[in-house]
C-alpha cells in the first residue's frame, strides 16, 4: 500500500507564497498520477494539480493556474505544491493523493491514496 503525509501548511498573508510537501512511502512506484485537492469550509473537495510520474506532464485547475507550480522529486518519494500570490479564497485544506492509473482525471473519487491534509490559512 501507499502512505501519502502532508506538511507545510500554515498562516500566510495574502500575496504570500507556501510549499507544500507531500512525502510518500509504501509501494510508491504504483503511483503513476499525484496531485492535491483542496477543501475550504463549508464546500466540496475540489481539485488543484496533478502531475505524471516522470513529471512531464502537469494540469492545474483554473482557479490556481499562474500562481501554483507543481513538482515531483521521484528519488526522495515527494511532491510538493509551491504556491504563490495566495488569496484568501485558497484557504482551505490541502490533500495529497496519488492514484495508479495512467488516465488524467480531476475526481476526486478517481484516486486511491489520500493524506491526511494541512491546512492552509491566508488572511487578507
Known amino acids: 500500500q501507499v502512505q501519502l503525509v502532508e506538511s507545510g501548511g500554515g498562516l500566510v498573508q495574502a500575496g504570500g507564497s507556501l510549499r507544500l510537501s507531500c512525502a510518500a512511502s509504501g509501494r510508491t512506484f504504483s503511483l503513476y498520477y499525484m496531485g492535491w485537492f483542496r477543501q475550504a469550509p463549508g464546500k466540496e473537495r475540489e481539485f488543484v494539480s496533478t502531475?505524471?510520474?516522470?513529471?512531464?506532464?502537469?494540469y492545474y485547475a483554473e482557479s490556481v493556474k499562474g500562481r501554483f507550480t507543481i513538482s515531483r522529486d521521484n528519488a526522495k518519494n515527494t511532491m510538493y505544491l509551491q504556491m504563490t500570490s495566495l488569496k484568501p479564497e485558497d484557504t482551505a485544506v490541502y490533500y495529497c493523493v496519488g492514484r495508479k492509473s495512467y488516465v488524467l482525471s480531476s475526481s476526486s473519487n478517481d484516486y486511491t491514496y489520500w493524506g491526511q491534509g494541512t491546512q492552509v490559512t491566508v488572511s487578507s
Open positions: 502531475i505524471t510520474w516522470s513529471g512531464g506532464d502537469t
